[in-house]
């Protein structure tokens, strides 16, 4: 073989070694990661992100470690609960490795180990619980299997930051069970919020009736006071013109009785005379219906002679005739004309004008205020009418 060759081949050779050799002394960590070195099977370093010089052929590495925080999903696992119902479970555990080397000496597989540790961990914590409290106490559980798992992962150089309850699932029987529940449930308070409805509307329907019936009864008894007032100041208007119309009348006989008194005192009547008239008369008397038989007594006409003579003188005809005395002047009463003058009066009671003017306006509601705040002013107006007399006031007289 040409010794050109040869040499060609070794340095080739030693070339080729360098390259390896310089291979295996160059170790680049990419940043969030962690590589275990051994030398000669023995931990050596935890090498940092970055570049990092190994002696070849000696160093090697044993794990490359990720450092960031790691979610991982565990498949359902079955739970029996402490009133004996079976339950599926889902969870999801957040960790992170803070000691490298711990991760890769003190456990073989440490996410299995942490698989392996909330199963376990669940079941007891799930066991000392009913179905309803664990359906409705899951950051109880999660706190527990935290607290748990932290304190077990913690010599494995893992540090469980999160543990979920991602899905709880009660058996099927359980579940239609739950659903008739949660139905039943939801038709309570549909119920409870209907009859809460209804009782509302009853009491704001009743509030609202009382309203209208005491503004009913405050009309009404405003309207029947002042239809009572109407009626006292009717009648007693009416008492009052009835009073001035016998008096009219009373007057009017009076002054009729006196002018016939007068006359027949003039004419100077006769016994035949007061006989004729009496005989006029007795018709006008036998007018009534339960006038059916009259008698006349057989003395009447020595009756009438006997009071001409009484009070008249006998003429020189024989006959009785009414003389009057000497001093035949009529007394006559004295004048009540001033006393009664207001008993004619046809002008409105001031007072009694007022009430209705005042009336007239809360009718149309033109004073303010509730109706039923106040008495109108119709009971206490007028002092002759307040005092259910009725006399004439003093202004009247």
């Not at 081949?9 to 390896?20: C, D, M, S």
């Not at 029996?80 to 957040?94: A, E, G, H, K, W």
């Not at 540090?159 to 709880?168: D, F, G, T």
């Not at 308070?189 to 009913?216: N, V």
Request: aromatic share 6%; no cysteine.
């Amino acid at each position: 073989m040409d010794a050109g060759v040869v040499t060609l081949v070794v340095v080739a050779v030693l070339v080729l070694l360098v390259l390896v050799t310089v291979a295996k002394a160059v170790l680049v960590i990419p940043q969030a990661q962690a590589a275990v070195i051994e030398r000669l099977g023995r931990f050596r370093a935890v090498a940092a992100p970055g570049l990092n010089f190994l002696l070849p052929f000696l160093d090697k590495v044993r794990a490359r470690i990720d450092l960031r925080e790691q979610v991982v999903s565990f498949p359902p696992q079955p739970v029996i609960t402490q009133d004996n119902l079976t339950v599926s479970i889902d969870t999801v555990v957040y960790f992170q490795v803070t000691d490298p080397r711990a991760a890769v000496y003190e456990i073989s597989n440490y996410i299995i180990g942490v698989e392996q540790l909330t199963t376990t961990t669940l079941r007891n914590v799930v066991g000392g619980m009913s179905l309803e409290e664990t359906l409705t106490s899951r950051d109880s559980i999660n706190g527990q299997l935290r607290g748990v798992l932290d304190e077990a992962t913690g010599r494995w150089g893992i540090r469980v930051s999160r543990v979920e309850l991602k899905a709880i699932d009660p058996p099927p029987s359980i579940q239609d069970s739950m659903e008739k529940q949660m139905r039943a449930d939801r038709e309570k308070r549909a119920m409870i919020l209907t009859a809460e409805g209804q009782r509302e509307a009853s009491i704001k329907t009743a509030e609202g009736q009382k309203q209208a019936s005491i503004l009913s009864a405050e009309g009404q008894k405003q309207a029947a006071i002042l239809s009572a007032e109407g009626e006292r100041q009717s009648r007693i208007l009416r008492a009052q013109g009835e009073r001035a119309a016998r008096y009219l009348q009373a007057q009017g006989q009076a002054k009729a009785i006196e002018k016939v008194f007068a006359a027949v005192k003039a004419g100077k009547p006769t016994p035949e005379l007061l006989a004729y008239q009496y005989l006029q008369t007795l018709p006008q008397m036998a007018q009534g219906d339960s006038n059916t038989v009259w008698m006349v007594p057989s003395q009447f006409g020595d009756a009438l002679q006997g009071f001409a003579k009484m009070f008249g003188d006998k003429g020189d005809d024989g006959v009785f005739r009414y003389q009057p005395p000497a001093d035949d002047t009529v007394s006559k009463p004295e004048s009540d004309d001033d006393e009664t003058a207001g008993w004619f009066d046809t002008a409105p009671d001031p007072h009694v004008a007022k009430a209705v003017q005042e009336a007239e306006a809360v009718a149309r509601k033109e004073v303010p205020g509730p109706l039923g705040t106040g008495t109108p002013e119709l009971s206490t107006g007028s002092p002759r009418i307040s005092s259910g007399s009725t006399e004439p006031a003093d202004g009247e007289k």
